[in-house]
């Protein structure tokens, strides 16, 4: 016993020892650096969406930094982040997010993957006050508590598919129409789901299946055999890429006729690609469209966004990329107009924030939203074996017109 | 015999300075620092029921959910409307003052103590009669079925899920919350911890032992084994509920299956950490939770992405050539030193025999 109380207690006191040297804490701007911290999803059930915000964030502190970087009170300063991987996990998010801050020593924060992520960070920035723009949690929950440091350049979740419904009744001659629809059981989700609920008692519309989907989402061949049994107008299918993936995989294989079919996060799942003809006539809410026609003097429009991009990362960028590209010219935008790195004044510059992007114009609400920015929606329309994404709404950006009814699957070919 | 007593006063003394001392000298790690304790609580909780008793659960996760929501929700409902609380599309905001937050998260925690344990009292009596395999199965069922159902309860922001009301903002000093929650755990610690060191002295403790190395027997030498069985289940629940209330109000937000019903990573955790430790032992969920979370915390960020693989790989090593844990093997390899008599001539005898 005797000599195990003191291996016991040389152990502690060395880790002790260990600590204390490690505890040394970086700074904010370190030398040329102004350093970001940012918890991303590299593993678990948003990995992927993680790895495209990632790409989103790299793409741009490189072109910032190759163009001169961030000029603040006379000195040109270069942007870096620290990752660390939440596991998709809204505990460990809120854990990382204060090993940041504390252990770290950042003093702004970019956003994490997914509304529920955003969620569990932001009492934590909030806490220490620390501006976080962020740009990949929409939930309107969000800006709803009063928060003060976070700013997201995206349109909130609830804006993602009231449109479409607008869309099915105006198609249905301005007739109510029966909506079926199936939300995976997460923050974003379920207030896309909110969305869906208004533009029904708006126009009168019956929902007719209301199906909740697990979180490690697989199959919905429940929600689908009672779609083929009831016939609605619309199928509404919200559950980030794995729900894409399923719903599409399943609706073909099932072969269910619907007339219209609403989703979310397509270009992420890279639905056109992996399905081609399969995910064709699908319609898809989008934060962000290569085809729109903003401008800024980094990345230019967003074809040549969508060019660079590709011969980068090997792949179209979802708007998932794009939106965190643009967080990164929001901070940069906002350290200059403050011209200084106090984090109040960054803040507060934040709050004036009015500019445009490659990705869309940006000016924060007072819940910190982004006000200055509708949602557009896109078609999967195919040539041959050839599938690709077409604006349809709305109109001013309209590359096509929507296609609808959707096809039975006996007349598709 | 007082020897010993005067080196465990020590040795207590030291590590109670040391955990008081903690958050001040260490002030930047202060959150991983309550991470700790409740690892630390829940894995001796674990053990009470896994180890001591011998029967495996992956249900105490169950409590820890269960006393999350609690907490949150008495802490929000006693002053406010939970239901225009939990609304995500909800205009209003309500704001704790600071006797208001400390007050509800008083009471929550009373309640996520409470009600766990009832909750284990009842489910106890309904499944404690299955064993081995079966029982483990079937408590893994509970955390994924009530992780689901909580994720449908709009009340308590369904799939939403549940921000729990910040830190008053009239406390300026950013350190308060960080300080707050660690000594609340600390404390959640050291009232486990004397717990069941009171019951290891206890004659509950050799009956708990009784029905894990035999439980027929045990019942026929007169012990009411169902009786006990749900007591222990009880005093799991108690504390696990407390450290799933402490864990809600740091992390901030409540997440049915990520969160609060996180079966998969706290609910093995804790089992993990019982067993690299020494399950059936006093200290070895202690230091199977300590050695845990410095793996972790340490290792996860220098192996980005291949995390769960070093996992794994972990679980692999300490089943393979732990599988009495690290208290185990160190008391096979220096029994004398766990006070252990042993004979030698008897132990070779043994060897030859072999």
């Not at chain 1, 979802?318 to 939106?323: G, T």
């Not at chain 2, 630390?40 to 896994?50: H, S």
Request: charged share 20%.
């Amino acid at each position: 016993m005797n000599k195990l109380v003191k291996l016991f207690i040389t152990s502690i006191s060395a880790i002790t020892l260990a600590l204390v040297s490690f505890t040394s804490s970086f700074a904010k701007v370190d030398g040329e650096y102004i350093v970001l911290g940012s918890a991303i999803s590299l593993t678990g059930k948003y990995s992927s969406n993680g790895v495209h915000t990632q790409n989103g964030y790299n793409m741009a502190v490189d072109r910032i930094n190759k163009m001169g970087g961030v000029e603040v009170q006379g000195k040109k300063y270069k942007f870096e982040i620290i990752y660390y991987d939440d596991e998709s996990n809204p505990k460990r998010a809120a854990q990382l997010a204060e090993r940041l801050i504390k252990q770290d020593g950042v003093h702004y924060m970019l956003g994490p993957y997914s509304s529920g992520l955003t969620k569990a960070i932001a009492p934590v920035t909030e806490k220490y006050k620390i501006p976080m723009v962020e740009a990949n949690g929409a939930s309107r929950s969000l800006f709803t508590k009063g928060y003060k440091y976070l700013f997201a350049v995206l349109s909130p979740a609830n804006q993602y598919l009231e449109v479409a419904i607008d869309l099915a009744v105006e198609k249905n001659g301005g007739k109510p129409v029966r909506i079926a629809q199936a939300f995976e059981q997460d923050a974003f989700s379920q207030d896309v789901r909110l969305g869906i609920l208004d533009a029904a008692k708006r126009t009168g519309s019956e929902i007719i299946i209301d199906d909740k989907l697990p979180k490690e989402l697989n199959d919905m061949a429940a929600t689908l055999a009672k779609v083929k049994a009831t016939k609605p107008d619309v199928l509404v299918v919200s559950g980030h890429t794995k729900g894409a993936l399923t719903a599409i995989r399943q609706i073909s294989e099932m072969k269910v006729d619907v007339p219209m079919l609403a989703m979310t996060h397509c270009d992420a799942a890279k639905l056109s690609k992996q399905h081609g003809k399969n995910s064709e006539y699908a319609l898809c809410a989008s934060q962000w469209h290569k085809n729109l026609s903003y401008k800024d003097k980094f990345f230019g429009g967003g074809k040549k966004y969508a060019r660079d991009f590709q011969k980068e990362f090997g792949y179209d960028p979802p708007y998932q990329s794009a939106e965190s590209s643009a967080a990164l010219l929001v901070f940069k935008d906002a350290f200059e107009r403050a011209n200084s790195f106090d984090r109040d004044a960054v803040r507060d510059a934040l709050v004036d924030t009015e500019m445009q992007t490659f990705y869309g114009n940006i000016k924060f609400g007072p819940g910190g939203q982004n006000v200055a920015k509708p949602m557009i929606l896109f078609q999967v329309r195919c040539k041959g074996d050839d599938c690709e994404n077409r604006v349809v709404a709305p109109t001013k950006w309209a590359s096509d017109k929507f296609y609808h009814p959707i096809p039975k699957w006996s007349e598709r070919s | 015999m007082g020897n010993i007593k005067q080196k465990d006063l020590i040795l207590y003394s030291g590590l109670i300075i040391l955990g008081l001392a903690a958050p001040y000298l260490f002030s930047a790690f202060k959150v991983q620092l309550t991470y700790l304790c409740v690892l630390i609580v829940l894995a001796m909780t674990w053990n009470l029921q896994g180890g001591e008793m011998g029967y495996n659960t992956f249900g105490n996760i169950l409590f820890y959910g269960l006393g999350m929501y609690l907490t949150a929700s008495v802490q929000v409902g006693m002053f406010f409307p939970l239901a225009e609380w939990t609304e995500s599309g909800g205009e209003k905001t309500f704001v704790h003052t600071t006797t208001q937050y400390f007050q509800g998260i008083g009471v929550g925690l009373l309640v996520a103590a409470i009600i766990p344990a009832i909750v284990a009292g009842a489910i106890g009596y309904a499944i404690l009669g299955l064993r081995g395999h079966y029982f483990a199965i079937c408590t893994l069922g509970l955390g994924i079925a009530a992780g689901e159902i909580a994720g449908g309860i709009e009340i308590i922001g369904a799939g939403q899920g549940f921000t729990t009301p910040p830190f008053p903002a009239e406390i300026v000093d950013n350190e308060a919350r960080g300080k707050f929650f660690y000594f609340l755990s600390f404390a959640l610690l050291i009232g486990t911890f004397v717990f069941v060191k009171y019951i290891y002295g206890s004659r509950f403790r050799l009956i708990l032992n009784a029905i894990r190395d035999n439980e027929d027997k045990a019942e026929a030498m007169g012990i009411q084994t169902m009786k006990y069985k749900i007591v222990g289940w009880m005093c799991s629940a108690f504390f696990c509920g407390l450290a799933g209330g402490i864990m809600g109000g740091l992390i901030g937000y409540i997440d049915s299956t990520d969160v609060a019903f996180d079966g998969r990573e706290m609910g093995v955790f804790m089992v993990l950490m019982a067993i690299l430790g020494g399950k059936g032992t006093l200290w070895g969920p202690v230091i199977g939770a300590t050695l845990f979370h410095f793996f972790k915390e340490g290792l996860w960020t220098f192996i980005l992405g291949w995390q769960y693989v070093a996992l794994g790989v972990l679980i692999v090593v300490i089943v393979v050539y732990f599988p009495e844990g690290l208290m185990g093997w160190l008391r096979e390899k220096y029994p004398e030193r766990f006070g252990e008599v042993i004979d030698e001539k008897d132990r070779k005898a043994q060897v030859e025999l072999k």
